[in-house]
């Protein structure tokens, strides 16, 4: 049982290049979610996936894009890399189709923005 | 919206020192409350949740939170503190249905 899994762990871009987040769940988890977290600043959501085939903003959505792809897995893509998107995102799951639940979270991605 | 201030970005202690995190939260609706933690270079980790009844929770490696509704507020504590307790903890409260506010996170430093 692998739990949450992310990749890729480290990444450099140029500004204005493209990537795509991978997260992958094997807890039959409902909701999925993806952070960032910036020094001093916390976790903030980027976007969030209620049930597999929904897609909702968070805080700060701006400049990302994702797809729930089957209930397993849910992507983030920046189409346009930005240095302000220099940032360590994390991927979580949660049981809850209702209400609220403990979230889990994966290692991280570790992005560079250049 | 709902919101969470944790005081003070690190916390300094000696090993075998009472440890104190605080954490106050806003909310329109009865909170669901939660402590994570976060060692270097790793995802969080749930420590504890209040979700309703006791207000006196219980979690892992030693840990426990009071949730005092009439202070807002939601305080870690471990009586007495180990070297591998060095870690950033989060706070965070239920916003809505399914999604989690987090505050700034606590760096806790232990020393020998």
């Known amino acids: 049982n692998a739990g949450v899994t992310q990749t890729p762990k480290f990444q450099v871009l140029k500004t204005g290049q493209s990537m795509t987040l991978q997260c992958a769940q094997d807890?039959?988890?409902?909701?999925m979610y993806w952070y960032r977290q910036d020094p001093g600043m916390g976790l903030r959501l980027i976007y969030y996936s209620a049930s597999e085939g929904t897609t909702d903003k968070g805080e700060v959505p701006n400049g990302y894009n994702v797809s729930r792809l089957n209930k397993r897995e849910f992507s983030l893509r920046l189409e346009s890399a930005a240095p302000s998107q220099t940032s360590v995102y994390f991927c979580?799951?949660?049981?809850?189709?209702?209400?609220?639940?403990?979230?889990?979270f994966g290692p991280g991605t570790r992005l560079t923005v250049l | 919206a709902q919101s969470v201030t944790q005081l003070g970005s690190h916390v300094s202690v000696s090993e075998g020192a009472l440890v104190l995190l605080r954490c106050n939260y806003s909310s329109s609706v009865p909170p669901y409350l939660f402590w994570y933690v976060q060692y270097p270079n790793q995802g969080l980790q749930l420590l504890l949740k209040?979700?309703?009844?006791?207000?006196l929770v219980k979690g892992i490696n030693g840990f426990e939170a009071e949730f005092k509704k009439s202070e807002t507020s939601f305080h870690l504590t471990k009586p007495s503190a180990h070297m591998s307790d060095a870690a950033e903890y989060f706070c965070?409260?239920?916003?809505?249905?399914?999604?989690?506010?987090f505050g700034t996170g606590t760096r806790l430093l232990v020393s020998p």
């Open positions: 965070a409260v239920s916003e809505g249905f399914q999604k989690l506010v």
């Open positions: 807890m039959n988890h409902n909701s």
């Open positions: 979580a799951s949660s049981e809850a189709l209702r209400g609220v639940d403990t979230q889990y």
């Open positions: 209040y979700t309703t009844g006791a207000t």
